[in-house]
C-alpha cells in the first residue's frame, strides 16, 4: 500500500514537480487526453483522485472524513517503524547485484517504498538489465504503482521488449495510468480442456505486513513485501476460476516450494465465496472472502510443531476487478484475461525468530503462518495486520506464442480440497493444505 501512497502529495503533484504530461511523456507513447475517456473511465479515475489525494491532505475534498479517512494501513504506515534497516545504498547493491531474485527484487520494492527520487530510474534499470523476467515484470509494477509522468515515460521504453510478457505488462500499466483500464496485445489463446479449472491465472501480490511490536497498541514494524518475497513465505498463488461458478467462488491455490524435505510442494488452498457485479458485460467487481480450517503453528513457521499446533479456522479478504476478453472464448463465454485488486487478513509472526535478522534469514520458506483473532487460544498470538494489491494476467508460458488459459499446475479440486495428481479428486476429502503430521520422520 505505502508505494502506492509515494510521489501523491499536493506538493509532489504541484506542476513544478513533475510537469505537465504532454511535455513528459513522448509521442510514441500516445498521451491520452481526459476529453478522450470514456464516462466510465473518467467516473473511475475521479473517485481514485479522491480517494488518494485525501490521505495526503483531507482538505483537499469535501464529504464525510469516514469516507475516506479510515484506511488502517494508511494509520499504521505513518507510525511504523521500518524492520528493513538496510541503507539505501545497500538496497541499491542488492537490487543490481544481489544473486537471489527474491532479493533483488525485495530490495527494490523497498527502495521504492521509501519514496526516494531516484526510484524509478533503479526500477528501469532492472527492468533492463535483470536476468530474471519475474523481477523485469514484477519492477514494471513498481514503476506503475509509483505513477506520474515519469512512470509513463519508463513503461513506454519497453513497449517493444524481445519478451513479449514484458512488452504487453509495460503497455498493460501504462494503459491503467493513461485511462484507468488495462490493454492488452493481439495474441491468440489456447484453452486445455479436461482441466480441473477453466483458468490458472498468476497472481502478482504486493503486501505491506505491519507488526506489534508490543501489547501497548504504540509500536509497529513493517516489511514492504515484494511478490516473490511474499511468494516465498506464503506461497505462490493461482487465481483458478471455471466460467460456470466464478461469479460467486474461486480458488486461490497456493504453493510454497522448499518448505519439505523431500522437494514436493507445501499445498495450502482457499476457496473463497462472495458476490460480483455485472452490470457491464467486459468485466466483473467482487468482494469475496475464505474461511478455511488450518493447523496454527505456534513457532510462527509453517509446518514446524516444535512449540505447539492449533486447529482452527482462517478467513481472508479479496475484492477487486476482473476484466473479460471476448478475443479468449471457454465455453461460449469470455475469458478472464487479467484482474486487480485488493486483499486483507491477518498473521502471527514470531518476533524472536526476525530479531536481529537479515533480509535473506527472514525471507524463508514458510516464515510467517495467517492468524486469526477470534480463537480462544491463538487469537492473542495475532499480531500482524496484512494488507496489499494483487494483479494477475494470462501468459504465454511455454514461449510459443500463444497465451495458455488453463495450463499451470494446481493441486486442488474445484472445492479447494488437495489433489496432487490433478484428477479432479481430493485425495483425502476435506483436506484443503498439506498434513504435516504426514511428513513428519
Not at 67 to 89: E, I, M
Not at 208 to 228: C, E, F, M, T
Not at 316 to 333: C, M, N, S, V
Amino acid at each position: 500500500m505505502a508505494i502506492d501512497l509515494c510521489n501523491k502529495s499536493p506538493g509532489a503533484l504541484a506542476e513544478g514537480a513533475q510537469g505537465a504530461w504532454e511535455e513528459a511523456v513522448p509521442a510514441e507513447a500516445a498521451p491520452v487526453n481526459l476529453d478522450a475517456l470514456s464516462a466510465d473511465q473518467r467516473d473511475a479515475l475521479n473517485f481514485s483522485y479522491r480517494t488518494t489525494l485525501p490521505a495526503m491532505d483531507p482538505r483537499f475534498v469535501a464529504g464525510d472524513p469516514a469516507a475516506w479517512a479510515s484506511d488502517f494501513g494508511y494509520a499504521l504506515n505513518k507510525v511504523a517503524v521500518r524492520l528493513d534497516n538496510r541503507t539505501n545504498q545497500e538496497l541499491r547493491d542488492a537490487a543490481l547485484n544481489h544473486p537471489d531474485a527474491a532479493m533483488r527484487e525485495q530490495a527494490l520494492f523497498e527502495y521504492a517504498d521509501r519514496d526516494l527520487p531516484d526510484a524509478i530510474e533503479l526500477l528501469g534499470q532492472a527492468v533492463l538489465h535483470d536476468p530474471n523476467r519475474e523481477v523485469r515484470w514484477d519492477a514494471l509494477w513498481a514503476i506503475e504503482k509509483l505513477g506520474g509522468a515519469h512512470a509513463v515515460t519508463t513503461l513506454s521504453k519497453f513497449a517493444k521488449d524481445a519478451d513479449p510478457e514484458i512488452a504487453e505488462w509495460s503497455h498493460l500499466f501504462r494503459s491503467e495510468l493513461q485511462t484507468g483500464d488495462p490493454a492488452f496485445d493481439g495474441r491468440g489463446g489456447k484453452f486445455t480442456p479436461g482441466r480441473t479449472f477453466d483458468e490458472t491465472i498468476y497472481l502478482l501480490i504486493h503486501c505491506d505486513l505491519y507488526v506489534r511490536l508490543d501489547d501497548s497498541n504504540q509500536h509497529w514494524g513493517k516489511i514492504s513485501l515484494a511478490p516473490q518475497g511474499l511468494a516465498r513465505i506464503y506461497g505462490q498463488a493461482h487465481a483458478c476460476p471455471n466460467v460456470a461458478t466464478r461469479e460467486r467462488q474461486l480458488v486461490i491455490a497456493k504453493t510454497i516450494d522448499g518448505l519439505h524435505a523431500d522437494g514436493s510442494p507445501h499445498c495450502d488452498n482457499y476457496l473463497f465465496r462472495g458476490f460480483t457485479d455485472r452490470t457491464r458485460r467486459d468485466r466483473g467487481n467482487f468482494f469475496f472472502e475464505s474461511l478455511v480450517p488450518r493447523t496454527f503453528f505456534k513457532s510462527g513457521r509453517a509446518d514446524d510443531p516444535s512449540e505447539g499446533t492449533r486447529q482452527a479456522n482462517i478467513g481472508f479478504a479479496r475484492y477487486g476487478t476482473w476484466h473479460l476478453d471476448p478475443k479468449f472464448q471457454i465455453h461460449d463465454e469470455a475469458a478472464i484475461r487479467y484482474v486487480r485488486g485488493r486483499f486483507q487478513g491477518w498473521g502471527h509472526i514470531n518476533l524472536a525468530r526476525v530479531a536481529g535478522r537479515s533480509m535473506e534469514e527472514i525471507l524463508q520458506p514458510g516464515n510467517g503462518v495467517l492468524s486469526t483473532l477470534h480463537d480462544p487460544e491463538i487469537g492473542h498470538m495475532t499480531n500482524a495486520f496484512i494488507l496489499g494489491t494483487f494483479k494477475g494476467k494470462l501468459n504465454d508460458w511455454d514461449g510459443d506464442g500463444v497465451i495458455d488459459m488453463n495450463s499451470r499446475d494446481v493441486y486442488s479440486t474445484v472445492d479447494g480440497e488437495i489433489d496432487m495428481n490433478q484428477d479432479g479428486v481430493a485425495d483425502q476429502p476435506g483436506l484443503t493444505c498439506c498434513d504435516h503430521t504426514s511428513l513428519l520422520p
